[in-house]
Each structure stands twice: as C-alpha cells, then as structure tokens.
C-alpha cells in the first residue's frame, strides 16, 4: 500500500484508476444553486420595489364625470293625499388604469327637496357596477334608487334635489392588494326636466367623510341660515363667544344655495408645510422656498421675498404663468412718490421680503410672514418709507389660500402711495375664460394678441385694437382692461376658468372695509393676462385726491384683506358654468365668516372686539313730501371725522358702510373700535348726509343712533330739472360705439358705457354746434350726452357750451333763485355758468379748475361726486323765454369734460305744498 497514491482528506476514490473520483455534478449542482439564489433575490428586490411603489404612490385619480337622471317621477301611493317622489340616478366614476376601480360602496345617502323641506337619509341603495377599460381610463357605472314622501302636491318642472353621498372606493393597488378610500359626491339642485345634474367629489387619504345632517331650511320669521359651504368645504366658522349679533351685510349677489353639511375640517389631511434651502455652489444659495400643502393645493412661495412662484392644483402642475420669470407670478407692489410729487405718478416697487417668520404651523393651519423692514439710513430715497408684512394663510380643508397685508410706518420721512395692491398672473394659454359679473364674463384674448404687429395701440397705452390676433374671432375687437373696473361694493368675487381640464381661479373679498374711497370707489378687477388683481388703494376713477399722503414723522398702520384665492374643480368641460355657481356660494360663505377669527395679527380685530351701529334712515324734502319718509336702500357708514362728503376722499383709514332696508332701519356690524361720523346719502335726493354727533366705538358695547334725518339741499320749488340724482350719468344719452373699436361684451349690455371711444362720438352727432336742450321737448335719455368732452380742431381741442331752454311764467326780480349742479365726473375742467348772457359777459358762477378722475377714458360712468348750489339773481332771468349756457372752458385732451349727474332750477323759497 505504501506505493499507492493516498485517497483524499474528503470525497470518494476511485479504485479502478487508482485515483481519487471525478464529480461530475458538482457545476451543475453550484450553477443551479447560485441561479436560485439570484431568482430569489431579484424576486425579493422586485416585491419591495413594488411596495415601496404602491406604499408611496399617490392618491388614485378620481372624478365623477356626470350624474344622470334616468328617471325622476312623482307618483300617487295609497291616496291622493300621499305622494311619493321616485328616483333613479346613475353615476359615471372614473379613475386611470394605473389605479383601476374595483367596486364602490355607498355607506351612506342623503336626499333634500328644495321643495318641500324634506330629507331623508337612503341607507339602503342598488348598487349595480360594472368596470369599463379604454383609453386609458377605468369607468365605473354606479345606479341608485331611491323614494322621498312629499307632503304636498308638486309638479314635476317644480321639484328639484339636493343629494350627499358617501362611501368607500376601492382601487386595484398592487398584487392580491386593493386600497379603500372613503369619497364623498355633492349634487345640488337635480332638476326633474333635466337629463344630468351638477355634481362636485372629493376623495380622502385620511378619516372618513361624516355623516351628514342636513340643516332644515328656515321658515319665517327665523333668522335667515347661514349659506352652506362650497363643495369638498367644511362648515362654516361659528361667531365666537361674546361677538354681537348683526345682520350680515347686505350684499347684491344672490345668497349661497344651501345644501347638505360637509365633512368637518378633520376628514381632511392636515396641512404641511416644507422649507427647502438648496445651495448652486458653497457661497450661493439661489433656491428658498416654501411650500404649503393642505392635499387641496400645493402654494410655493420664494423665501423671504414672498413670490407665490407656483400653485399645484387638480392635475396642473402650477397655475401661474410659467413664461413669466418667478417674482412676476403673484406679487404684491406698490407705486410711491416723495414729496412735491404732482398728480398720481411714482416710483414701482415690487415688494420683496428680507425678514421670514413662521407665524403658526398646526395641522389645521399655516400662517407664514414675509416682510420688507426699512431703514431709513439706507433705504432712503430707494423705497417707499414704510414696512410691509405679507402674510399667507392655508386652512385645513379650505381649497384656497388667503392673503393680507400688515403697511405699517414709524415716524419717517414724508411720502405718498398712489397704488397698492397684490397680483396673481394665471397661466396664459390654459386660464381663458374671464368672469366678473353674471353678465360680465368671456373668452379673452392672450397676452401676445396686445402686442405689436398683432396689436394695434390707440388713444392710450391700455386700449388696444386687435388686428392679427392668434384666435380670429377675436379680430376687430378692442381690449381695455378699464372696461373691466367695477365698484367697491360689488367687487366681491372675480376669475379665470381653465376649461381643459375645469378648473377656476377666484379672487373673494369678503369685506371692502379696508380699501380707499369708499362703497362706489372704481377699482381694477381682472384683465388679459390672465391677471386678477385685488386692488388696495388706487387714484384710478378719482386723482390725485385719494393718493394717501404722509406728513414727515406721521405714524401709520393699516391692514388690506385678507382676500381669499379660491380654487375649484368641475367634471366636465360641460360643466364650467357650475365653476361660477360654486364660487359665488363661496363668495357668500366666506362674507358670512366676516370678520375672520384666523388671522393672528393682533392689528387684526375679532369678531369679539368689534361692535355693531344700528338705527334708522329718513329723508325729508319739504318741497316733495309733508312728512319725513324712510329712505329706503340707502347707502349709510361709518368713515373718519370730516365734513358730509369727504368719506369719498378717504384713503388711510377704514369705512363700514351697509344699505337700509324698506323701512330704512340699518345695521352696520363689526365695526372696528375709534371715532367716527355717520354718513349717507340716498337715491333720488342730491347732497351728502352727516349725523351731527360723533361716534366713539369701544369694545363690548353696541351703538344705537336711534333716528336720524336727512334734510337734502332744497331752498324753493322746483321749475325744472334734468336727469336723475343717482351720482352717476347713465341715464342720459349713451351712444352707440364707432364700429371699428367694439367690445362685443358690451353689445347691448346695460355698461355700455364701458366701449371704447364713446367720447369721439360727441362732434359726429354735434358737428357744427354744441348740444342745445329744451327742458320742455328734449328726453334726457336721448337729448343729453353722457358726457360734455373737448371738440377736435385739427390737432387742437376746444372747450364747448351746452345750452339749456326754459320758460318762466314769472319772474321775482328782487328774489333769488337756485340753480343745482351735480357732477358725477370731472377730468382738468372749468366750469362756467351764465344765464340768457353769453361770452364775453362774465360768468355768475364758476368752479375753478376741478377734478382729475379720467372717468371718459377709462369708461367709467362717474367718479368723484361734486354739487354746487348757486344763487341766481331774479334780475338775470327773463319772464318768457330763457338760455342757462353750460361752458366747460379747458380744452387740450379729448378725455377733458364733465358728467353731469343732475341739474335743478329752484324758485325762490315759498311754502311748501
């Protein structure tokens, strides 16, 4: 043995060689084993990524496409004095194919009648469902049925529904795996003559949606209830404890439709804010932001400049303009002049922060500060004096954003403010569709129609006549955004709505308490940009007289807003209208829930720590009535001490201001603690109302004025007058725009004042001689221009007289009579007033140079309000015929002129009839 080779520590030999076993399977043996192990792992690797995947993926995409009403009766059960309203609904989800639907069930189902006050709650429901795959989508078909008993006879066309639903969804969220997510559908005012209804959804990543109960409708003499919110909102904010009781303020568009209660504001995700601070190089940082995120809307915001440079929402990646570089997206500015500065020209100032605070960070809100500090060392000469603090809110639940601004300046040097406001610019080829009014919305043109060659630039810089524009529909038209102002009082709710996919933008005052000028003040709204702007002070349709100017060492505080941008959503492009609707319930809720309880500024008062003035309006003209008589719809407020009128020129403090009802009772609320006066003024009556006894607000304690009476200018009886004291001259003669520079919105429009170039038509219906009036044969609807402008002589303008006719039956020479003029408008005129004596004979009255409102070019129906009460000697007026000439002396613009609003011949002072 000892000559035989060894057999191996380990393994087997092979004896009939003499050495040791070959083994052939071994490789193939490790191969497979090695190939295993690389199959599990990739395996295990695939599975985590797909739960990683589907752990992180994001909500499945989800929408309600219509709800359609296939059959809707009103059917005799028993007797006739039982009926039973029937109903078969159907509904189309739709989801991506990335998350496809599985199945949907309701949990639970309310129906309302407007009708009949009736609701009941269908727990009960046949679901019948089917998925339908194409094109990338899954379909969803869901029918419901379901019986309300009425208590009444109804008609079909008469009988509408409201209903709420709510359930789960469940989605196809991996293998073997489904995901559940509760959803809720609002659907108000199904009609039984329509074949679809309007429906909004929501979807929740977080809690369930509540079960609702619906508010009873109220019946007199119950206070009215407050408007529900809109859709996929929660309830409206109750008064806090301790807050007066008032009406609300009267407002003209129609009161929020109500419906069934949301979820409350914990069914939906907290609201989260991210602060990135990202770094180019290691001495740069060139990326601050952050990014509030309630699971509505996602609002990125420059830090500490305060640029709203983005806003995510419903599938689009960033509203705002992305052609316009960040700090020109949404923006506050102001334009400011040093002192000596004529007119309302100044420096533009974008306001950029250089201070950022978080304010408050809770799940339920973010309230984020970015504020502009100034030192006069340095800043002096380079912005305006004075700090600004830009505050943003996101609520929980809210879909939108709120804004206001804390201007605040300590005892620096002397300045004025011409202009103040915050600007949203919406993505140009995507947000079309501009709406202001029921009857003030349209398709607009884009940015690049304004400019040259496409646009073609007129009298001023803003009117441009459209002559290659990208539509063509759009050719021939002329574009001012002025013939989209709108007064104070009714600039509650304006926007854009992006039909593709429907989505609105929608800028909500719920109080203009804050803005310069008081209730009729004409602001900016929305115009081609798409912009919408919320304007704060501005000398547009007034001058030089409501620039805020500051005296050197005048301290100063003021808040503007907070304003709220409200986004929507629709299912269809079908359905934008609705987007309209649902914005001004929106509009509605939000007025109710004024004052605000969220803002943490303490400049900002509570409802707790504001009062409410109540009383009641009269009027009496002793030559018109015997005794005093309510003044009904009448505008009454509370503005600075100053004489009757000057609220109008009030541009540093706030102004609280309502209507009177029938009886001319009135109800200011949440008036905010200083001293004031009561003012008025009422339709139908000329001059300004001022209750003789200040009025100090103090916390905790309601103001009751008790009656106060206005006593209009009246000395005599009236012999004849013209127009309509109303502080506007839209009841006279308003001509048809030159065909060339129409505005088809205003075709056959009440505002057709607002066209383009109305004043060019003056000398092409006078073209010789000026407007000649006869108090007894002309119409002053007819007869009477809106507005007495400038006559073109070659390339020089002229001044023109306007002569009135009249007849007196007799004539008190030794008395004096009184002649009215009120003015709705006056641009850099003169106005001169002779009797039966024309030039050169001195004139018996003349006003001097007033006004600079630029009311003719901006289209505007009046501006600031202005009477003058003039005596007339008996001995310049003749028994038989007579000329009352109206000259208006200044001529070197076409824009030169006056609105007249009213005038009036009184006779000398007699008793009253």
């Known amino acids: 043995m000892d000559g035989l080779p060894r057999p191996p520590a380990h393994g087997k030999y092979d004896f009939h060689t003499n050495r040791p076993r070959q083994q052939k399977t071994s490789f193939i043996k490790w191969f497979c084993i090695a190939f295993g192990l690389i199959l599990l792992l ?23 496409k219509n709800v359609q009403v296939s059959k809707f009766s009103v059917a005799h059960v028993l007797t006739d004095q039982e009926k039973v309203l029937s109903t078969n609904l159907e509904f189309f989800f739709e989801s991506d194919n990335k998350n496809p639907l599985l199945g949907v069930d309701f949990g639970n189902m309310v129906m309302e009648t407007t009708w009949d006050d009736i609701e009941a709650h269908l727990g009960e429901t046949h679901v019948q469902n089917f998925v339908q795959k194409s094109k990338g989508v899954s379909t969803l078909k869901v ?55 309007a429906c909004d959804s929501k979807m929740f990543t977080t809690g369930k949606p509540q079960k609702p109960t619906p508010a009873k409708k109220p019946k007199p003499p119950t206070p009215k209830a407050k408007p529900a919110p809109a859709v996929g909102e929660p309830p409206a904010e109750e008064p806090t404890a301790g807050a007066p009781a008032a009406e609300a303020p009267a407002a003209k568009e129609p009161a929020a439709a109500e419906g069934p209660t949301p979820p409350p504001p914990e069914s939906f995700p907290p609201v989260k804010l991210t602060i990135q601070d990202k770094s180019v190089s290691s001495t740069l940082v060139l990326f601050m932001q ?43 500015d102001v334009v400011w002049a040093p002192p000596g500065t004529k007119g309302t020209k100044g420096n533009f100032q974008r306001i950029i922060g250089t201070e950022f605070r978080v304010i408050i960070d809770r799940e339920d809100q973010l309230e984020l500060s970015f504020k502009i500090l100034y030192d006069p060392a340095k800043d002096a000469k380079k912005a305006a004096p004075m700090e600004i603090d830009q505050r943003y809110v996101m609520l929980r639940g809210v879909s939108g954003i709120y804004a206001y601004g804390i201007f605040e300046r300590a005892a620096w040097a002397p300045f004025g403010m011409p202009n103040a406001r915050l600007a949203f610019k919406l993505q140009r080829q995507q947000f079309r569709y501009m709406v202001i ?86 602001f900016l709204t929305s115009h081609v940009g798409p912009s919408t702007l919320a304007m704060f002070v501005s000398a547009h349709y007034s001058g030089e007289e409501l620039v805020p100017k500051f005296e050197e060492g005048e301290p100063w505080n003021h808040i503007y807003g907070p304003i709220f941008m409200y986004m929507n959503n629709a299912t269809k492009q079908e359905n934008i209208s609705m987007l309209w609707d649902d914005a001004k319930r929106k509009m509605s809720s939000e007025v109710e829930k004024w004052p605000y309880s969220f803002p943490a500024s303490e400049d900002f008062p509570k409802a707790n720590e504001r009062v409410n003035v109540t009383g009641k309006f009269f009027v009496h003209d002793k030559y018109k009535s015997k005794e005093r008589e309510p003044a009904k719809n009448a505008f009454i407020g509370l503005g600075p001490p100053g004489e009757a009128g000057s609220w109008q020129r009030d541009c540093k403090t706030y102004q609280f201001w309502t209507q009177t009802n029938e009886e001319g009772s009135f109800t200011i609320p949440f008036v905010r603690v200083g001293s004031y006066n009561l003012y008025g003024w009422v339709d139908g009556f000329i001059g300004d109302f001022k209750h003789d006894t200040p009025i100090n607000i103090s ?90 402008v400038t006559r073109p002589i070659g390339a020089r303008y002229n001044g023109t007289t306007w002569t009135v006719k009249f007849s007196l039956d007799n004539v008190e020479s030794g008395a004096t009579y009184k002649l009215r003029v009120a003015i709705a408008s006056a ?62 002396t200044k001529g070197v613009s076409p824009f030169q002129g006056i609105m007249y609003d009213y005038l009036r011949l009184e006779g000398p002072p007699t008793s009253p009839k």
């Open 42 to 64: 990739s395996l295990g690797i695939y599975a985590i990524t797909l739960l990683v995947v589907f752990k992180k993926a994001q909500v499945p995409n989800f929408q309600v």
């Open 143 to 197: 029918s419901t049925k379901g019986e309300v008993e009425l208590t009444k006879d109804v008609k079909k066309e008469d009988l509408k529904l409201d209903l709420f639903l709510s359930g789960n969804l469940k989605f196809f969220s991996g293998p073997f795996n489904t995901k559940v997510f509760p959803f809720m559908i609002s659907c108000n005012d199904i009609s039984g003559v329509s074949t679809n209804a």
């Open 290 to 332: 952050v990014i509030m995120d309630n699971g509505f809307l996602q609002a990125t915001i420059s830090k500490p400049a305060g640029y709203v440079t983005g806003i995510k929402y419903n599938g689009i990646d960033n509203i705002l303009d992305t052609v316009n570089p960040e700090d020109d997206r949404g923006y506050w």
């Open 437 to 522: 009014a029921d009857n003030r919305q349209r398709e607009m043109p884009v940015p690049e129609d304004r400019m040259k060659p496409r646009g073609q630039e007129l009298a001023y810089p803003e009117a441009v006549l459209l002559v290659d524009p990208t539509d063509a529909k759009f050719k021939g038209e002329v574009d001012d955004k002025y013939q989209y102002s709108e007064e104070s009082q009714d600039i509650r709710v304006h926007g854009w709505i992006c039909r593709d996919p429907p989505s609105g933008f929608w800028q909500i005052t719920p109080s203009f308490e804050f803005r310069s000028g008081g209730p009729n003040k004409q």
């Open 699 to 788: 916390i905790g304690k309601n103001v009751d004025v008790g009656e106060v009476v206005f006593e209009p200018p009246r000395d005599g009886p009236t012999l004849w007058e013209i127009g309509i004291p109303d502080r506007v001259a839209q009841e006279f003669h308003i001509p048809d725009p030159n065909p060339k520079y129409v505005n088809k919105l205003y075709v056959n429009h009440p505002d057709r004042f607002r066209q383009y170039g109305l004043w060019e038509r003056y000398s092409e219906l006078y073209p010789k001689d000026d407007l000649v009036y006869d108090v007894k044969a002309s119409n002053y609807s007819k007869d009477w221009f809106y507005a007495q």
């Open 827 to 888: 641009t850099n005129s003169d106005l001169e007033i002779r009797f039966n004596k024309a030039k050169p004979n001195p004139p018996i009255f003349k006003t001097g140079r007033i006004g600079n409102d630029n009311s003719i070019a901006r289209h505007g129906i009046h501006g600031l309000y202005w009477l003058y009460n003039v005596d007339v000697k008996g001995s310049e007026l003749n028994k038989g015929d007579n000329t009352l000439l109206l000259t208006q």
